[in-house]
């Protein structure tokens, strides 16, 4: 069982920039590969972020490209979100979650989801 709590999020101005930091129990953290979501309200949860269990590989949505960094400490069991640039459409609740799968875009293939973090980007 891996267990996931978020940090980090908060009110910032457009261009402004805020850290989400994700942190796990469990020991097969270093096995897991680790997920960024968001979900606005009255829309779908996205895809936004991920990271391979090694750190060797990334993924982003075009959305997000250029301005949000992931990236892990296997030492500490967390997954960082660096979010650069923001925009009032980044307004979202933004969950961490973790997969055994390769798939790390499909929403479906994650097991472990966090409560979530309200980030609110004002114009």
């Known amino acids: 069982q891996v267990q996931l709590v978020e940090s980090g999020g908060g009110l910032v101005q457009a261009g402004g920039s805020l850290r989400l930091s994700c942190a796990a129990s469990?020991?097969?953290?270093?096995?897991?590969?680790m997920g960024w979501f968001r979900q606005a309200p009255g829309k779908e949860r996205e895809f936004v972020s991920a990271i391979s269990w090694s750190g060797g590989s990334t993924y982003y949505a075009d959305s997000v490209k250029g301005r949000f960094t992931i990236s892990r400490d296997n030492a500490k069991n967390t997954v960082y979100l660096q979010m650069n640039s923001l925009k009032p459409e980044d307004t979202a609740v933004y969950y961490c979650a973790a997969t055994y799968s390769d798939y790390v875009r499909a929403i479906n293939e994650y097991d472990y989801w966090g409560q979530g973090t309200q980030v609110t980007v004002s114009s």
């Open positions: 469990g020991r097969t953290f270093s096995s897991l590969a």
